[in-house]
């Protein structure tokens, strides 16, 4: 341990003047400020590309964001990664429990968490992990 005092790493008072005077000086560049609007042509760019029109390609891939009626496999799987238990359910079912317009993630999330074998008495610890296959 050194006992040198901490003020070794604090500017002087002339240098915190100086740096203070070139702040000042140093202007941003002409340009938008934070509050202004994108310029049209941003606009136009975004909704030209072809990605504009995919929603989440992460979550559609796996299937998470289609509704129930949308899903055409017989079979629906969820699994826990934290417990590795695995939970299956037919479409059918799935949808006379839950109407044809469920989204898969919030009815695998709570059909998970409906037969939750890890409690551990704090909201944000309890429950499951999902995993859709």
């Not at 203070?20 to 049209?40: E, F, I, S, T, Y």
């Not at 695998?108 to 409906?114: M, P, T």
Request: charged share 25%.
């Amino acid at each position: 341990m050194t006992d040198r005092p901490a003020s070794w790493r604090m500017p002087t008072r002339a240098q915190m003047e100086k740096m203070a005077a070139a702040v000042g000086r140093k202007m941003p560049p002409a340009g938008q400020a934070p509050n202004d609007d994108l310029p049209p042509e941003y606009w136009q760019a975004l909704l030209a590309d072809a990605r504009a029109d995919e929603a989440n390609p992460v979550a559609l891939a796996s299937g998470r964001a289609l509704r129930l009626n949308q899903i055409p496999k017989h079979l629906l799987r969820v699994g826990c990664r934290r417990c590795g238990r695995t939970v299956e359910v037919q479409r059918a079912d799935a949808v006379r429990l839950y109407g044809p317009d469920a989204v898969w993630k919030g009815f695998g999330q709570r059909l998970l968490d409906n037969t939750c074998t890890i409690r551990t008495g704090g909201h944000e610890e309890d429950g499951c992990w999902p995993s859709y296959d």
